[in-house]
């Protein structure tokens, strides 16, 4: 018996996915660099300028030329004459137009460029003021608690790679170079739809005892995941109906919608009114693919918009979500970096079919003073089971040719964001 | 000389902000479920009912009594009455009221409600309609593709536990037990100052050729950094000048901030405005701390409010931030969960003094189909090097009674937010 159109491996379902995953698909946009926390850079980022722009004193002290101090000791200072105390409190700091001549010094604090003539500072410690005059106690050469003029980057340096997810850091790095604003991607808008007549909306509902129906769960877990990259739209609950399934698909996607995520009723009862719906408004591209939580997933494109078919469990959704949508929406975005994952040793056999690929809860575990992880699968069946998202670290992919892992085996786990 | 009125271990600035990290500053708020994402859950929740509600069908099939089924092959199939067929499209799939007696079976999909009576379902691919007529071709035991009741949550069970960061899996916990709101800490609101003449606003200036001042690069950091987890608000910059601190810092705590991190103007110098505003204002509880880089790095408290004294240099101010001031969010907000960190083995020795503790930015390494990460140190010293952070993955702590770490040593790296 045929449960799906066609049942195909993970490897050809995402390569089938990214294929669909056109970067223009997503346009850019230009945003002030302060904005951009979080987004994904659509352009290189090459420094306009040195930075530092100019030398800068690396230590609080005195700008000198270094000449002048050789030879000093605490029994035998040299004196120089003070164009700017240290004390000089409410006075302002500016450099600009000062000029270190033989047997002179400045004031400085850390940061602070270097006035014209001086190649070093003096720290604090090796010095004391005396009226007009400055002490010096240890001599230093040309160049010392000096910051070099592009020493951290140097101008027409890449500093910034596109399709990097922009960090607290990265801002700083653009704010450093002056650079105003930043092309990112834009963030495509996914709606989420929930279908079934078992489904109850949870902010409005007062489920009664003997109540037969249950929440809506995937269309807030969805939502969720997906936030951290695109926009979505809660569409929220849609019939079993196969008019109104397709009325909600084209309504959705002719509007500001750039895809759908669709669960429940993508299993193999002939309720499939989603797949039916998806084929009959463009094109249903696959169906089921052969991973577990997760086979009934599909995918199609309607008005040159990719709308994924996903499972009504909720373990099962994210479980397609994880292997094939994430990865979608990352390609989508231009996301180039690369997820980290955290290497653990099986403290139990994990089992696994040949033939499909599976999608594992696991806790990781890490004692004091142990520097290695440890990892248990949570709980290797039922995809009606949330509490196995809830109370895992992660997940744990196991290929499909693979027939599970053994105990003491090292495993990648993926840590859910 | 001493360069700090006071100056002390991480240990014991770290014991000492989170002495005064009360979880009372930040208040508590409840929320609907389908705003919390990403917020510290303020209570455990304990589940108001058993999830699943009630027995439920594992697979699509029919809903059947087991015993009915019993002798049943492929050459000598059970005949049973159809009460509902799985061909009803259209009809309401409800099951209330249905009752399944001896000899009769019930269309039914994956999620729904056993009607009453049944006690199995079996799988679609086992069976065949015929007319008002379902034929059976292998037998099921009592419970076979079936979802218990409470099989995911037990009533009265604590599903989630406080001091949880919701994920999007929590999200849907908590819809699933149609618990409409959830008590989660408040974000405490952090206001964010750059000081120094020598600072300019990015996103206004157009520095020059000659141009001696820099970006101010901090107050756009640390809001990037502080905004995972509490709100944050750039007050921006303010020049080197007592009275003008002292006057924004007592402005800005009697207004709705409810806290400060100032950065810049906290070294050695002379030009210490900072601290001895705190100090004039409230208490300086203590300046200077035993890190690299972030030495100049203090703590105070104005209007019973936390004032945070960071380094000028970004990556010092970073660096303390990490070690200080998430820690100090983390305790306010009630966040008990713990910061992942991956294990890699140091490919080079990392050099460090006893005596301080080494806060070492690092790049993470890993080959395919190696199941172990390597680290290197971007750069041991410069603080004024903010690529060093664009550049690593995440940072290392070197802790002060430490020499160093060895080649082929394995440490302990915190990935960035």
């Known amino acids: 018996m045929k449960l799906f159109r066609k049942l195909i491996s993970l490897d050809e379902a995402l390569k089938t996915v990214l294929a669909y995953a056109k970067p223009a698909e997503t346009e850019i946009e230009e945003l002030g660099f302060g904005d951009a926390l979080n987004r994904v850079l659509a352009e290189d980022v090459y420094s306009p300028a040195d930075s530092p722009p100019f030398d800068r004193a690396a230590m609080d002290g005195y700008a000198i030329r270094a000449e002048d101090s050789f030879g000093a000791s605490p029994n035998n200072p ?27 010094c400045f004031g400085i604090q850390t940061g602070m460029a270097l006035p014209n003539g001086s190649n070093a500072v003096v720290m604090l410690e090796y010095t004391k003021e005396r009226g007009s005059e400055l002490e010096i106690f240890k001599p230093v050469t040309p160049g010392k ?4 003029k592009g020493e951290d980057v140097k101008k027409g340096e890449e500093v910034l790679k596109g399709g990097k997810l922009l960090r607290a850091h990265d801002l700083g790095m ?19 739809m929930s279908t079934g007549d078992e489904l109850l909306n949870p902010e409005e509902a007062e489920p009664y005892e003997g109540e037969k129906r249950i929440a809506d769960v995937n269309s807030y877990v969805l939502a969720g995941l997906t936030e951290p990259i695109a926009s979505s739209y809660r569409i929220g609950i849609v019939r079993d109906n196969y008019k109104e399934i397709k009325d909600t698909i084209s309504r959705s996607l002719a509007k500001d ?24 408004s463009g094109e249903l591209v696959f169906h089921g693919v052969a991973i577990r939580p997760g086979e009934p997933t599909g995918f199609g494109i309607v008005n040159n918009k990719p709308v994924f078919i996903l ?3 909720p373990v099962a959704a994210i479980s397609a979500f994880e292997l094939l949508v994430r990865p979608f929406l990352f ?7 690369e997820r980290k994952k955290i290497f653990a040793v099986a403290r139990k056999k ?3 079919a040949v033939g499909r690929t599976d999608f594992v809860r696991v806790k990781l575990f890490c004692k004091e003073n142990e520097n290695e992880y440890f990892v248990e699968p949570i709980r290797v069946s039922g995809s009606g089971i949330l509490s196995s998202m809830t ?13 599970g892992v053994e105990a003491g085996e090292k495993v990648e786990v993926i840590e859910y964001y």
Chains 1, 2 share one sequence.
Request: aromatic share 8%; glycine share 12%.
């Open 391 to 403: 109370k895992s670290d992660g997940f744990v992919v196991i290929e499909e040719n693979k027939e």
């Open 174 to 192: 653009l704010a450093s170079l002056f650079k105003r604003s930043v092309k990112v991607y834009k963030r495509a808008k996914f709606g989420i």
């Open 311 to 313: 499972p009504g469990y």
């Open 78 to 104: 040299v004196l120089l004459r003070l164009i700017k105390s240290q004390s000089e409190k409410g006075k302002e700091s500016r450099v600009e137009g000062v000029e270190i001549g033989d047997g002179e």
């Open 145 to 148: 608690n000096v910051s070099f």
């Open 350 to 352: 994990i089992p696994s």
């Open 257 to 280: 919608c750039d895809g759908l995520l669709i669960s429940g009723g993508s299993s193999v009862g002939k309720r499939d009114f989603i797949a039916d719906a998806v084929e009959d």
């Open 331 to 337: 390609a989508v975005h231009g996301v180039k970096q």
